[in-house]
C-alpha cells in the first residue's frame, strides 16, 4: 500500500519523526503540500488531515512484504 498524507504545518515535526510506513504497515508513506487535492479524503476529525491510499507500485519482499520499487534496505539479499 502506498499512503500520500496532507497536513498543517504543526503536524510536519511530528510525522517526521516517525517511521510511518512501519506504523502503517504499508510499503510507502509520502507528503504533499496540496490542501485542494480532490482524489484525497479527510479523515473524521478537526486536524485538516487529508490521506490518499494507493497500490504500491514493485516487487514485494519476500521478507518484509513491502512493495518496493528497489531492492530492500534491511533484507537486500532476500529480495524475491
Do not use: R
Amino acid at each position: 500500500t502506498k499512503i500520500t498524507l496532507s497536513f498543517s504545518e504543526k503536524y510536519k515535526n511530528i510525522f517526521n519523526n516517525i517511521n510511518l510506513s512501519d506504523f502503517f504497515i504499508s510499503s510507502k508513506v509520502g507528503f504533499i503540500d496540496e490542501k485542494n487535492n480532490s482524489s484525497m479524503k479527510i479523515l473524521e476529525c478537526d486536524n485538516n488531515i487529508k490521506v490518499l491510499i494507493e497500490q504500491a507500485v514493485g516487487k514485494k519482499c519476500d521478507h518484509c512484504w513491502k512493495v518496493l520499487s528497489s531492492s530492500c534496505l534491511i533484507y537486500p539479499n532476500l529480495q524475491g
